[in-house]
């Protein structure tokens, strides 16, 4: 079984959708295997958003990702990297369909709603960042 990293942003956060968004991947069959509210430091956004961390736009992903504090969860199942992934529609919600989650409760780019991990080997790494071993749970 995946395991994959799911972080509700501030936006997700702030709009009051984490149930709603839980709810989706509940309903998908996904079991929640760690669970977590934190405020993300300058450097952890720095190590999680390394391959931008250069990039002009970086302080603004920086600004938004620690406005709030954030909850940030494991979830495994079959496949879960990429159906998440489709779950969530692309990272831009502006492109987003209607019935995807970002499509139905993000607003931009960076306002979209959901992190979540891209490939099986970065769910890994990510994972281990946020959670240490003892607290990922399998089921």
Do not use: W
């Amino acid at each position: 079984m995946e395991k994959t990293l799911i972080i509700f942003k501030p936006d997700c956060m702030e709009k009051h959708h984490v149930g709603n968004v839980l709810d989706r991947f509940e309903k998908a069959g996904f079991s929640i295997v760690a669970c977590k509210m934190t405020r993300l430091t300058p450097a952890i956004l720095r190590e999680h958003y390394a391959h931008v961390a250069e990039m002009p736009f970086y302080p603004e992903i920086e600004k938004f990702m620690s406005s709030r504090p954030v909850v940030v969860m494991a979830l495994q199942g079959q496949s879960v990297v990429s159906r998440v992934r489709d779950l969530l529609g692309p990272t831009d919600s502006r492109k987003a369909a209607k019935g995807t989650i970002r499509g139905d409760f993000g607003t931009e780019m960076m306002r979209n709603v959901v992190h979540a991990s891209d490939s099986v080997a970065n769910a890994k790494i990510e994972l281990a960042r946020f959670f240490l071993p003892e607290e990922i749970f399998s089921v």
